[in-house]
């Protein structure tokens, strides 16, 4: 897949992800336009709701934290992130490196708290959350990798775990 601008990959990853709830049977609310605050769609099952900010990618992360970090640390900026969002809201990350035009992009379902521990946890001190990351041997963190768990792959037991917990 080319470079394409931002704005572009947004509404994709939006649109992608709603197509993935919609192919479990949850119904899909969208907000149209990317980069709405806190959530870009409404997922509804039965009686549950839960709010989903969805990311898109063309580079292999997700700057997440980037404008908490003004005036403290990596983790402290993580908080911050962490705290400014609701207990109903998920995100799907939808990554489009290295995936052709005639292919799905690798989609994911995560918590704010699980992005925040994973953030934590990360290698080298950052605001981005990475797919899959081997650090060079220049970094701080050479030889390590930092990957996303493969629990949160967007799969239909995913999203219905994301319902029954936290929806």
């Known amino acids: 897949m080319k470079k394409v601008s931002s704005w572009h990959i947004g509404v994709a990853g939006e649109a992608f ?3 993935q709830f919609a192919r479990y049977g949850i ?3 969208v907000q149209y336009g990317a980069n709405q605050p806190e959530y ?3 997922a509804t099952r039965g009686d549950k709701m839960l709010k989903v900010s969805v990311k898109g990618s063309q580079d292999g992360g997700w700057g997440l934290t980037q ?3 003004k005036g403290c640390d990596y983790h402290e900026a993580i908080d911050k992130w962490l705290a400014a969002h609701g207990k109903k809201t998920i995100f799907c990350l939808v990554q489009f490196q290295n995936v052709a035009d005639d292919q799905l992009p690798r989609m ?3 918590t704010p708290s699980e992005i ?3 953030l934590h946890d990360s290698r080298a001190g950052e605001t981005v959350l990475r797919e899959n990351h081997v650090w060079g041997e220049r970094a701080s963190a050479a030889g390590t990798i930092d990957k996303l768990p493969e629990e949160w792959l967007f799969t239909e037991e995913r999203a219905r775990q994301m ?3 936290y929806a």
């Open 17 to 19: 992800a709603a197509a």
């Open 27 to 29: 119904d899909v609310s």
């Open 40 to 42: 870009d769609l409404i």
């Open 67 to 69: 404008n908490y970090k």
């Open 108 to 110: 994911y379902l995560a």
């Open 116 to 118: 925040a521990q994973a």
């Open 163 to 165: 319902f029954d917990t």
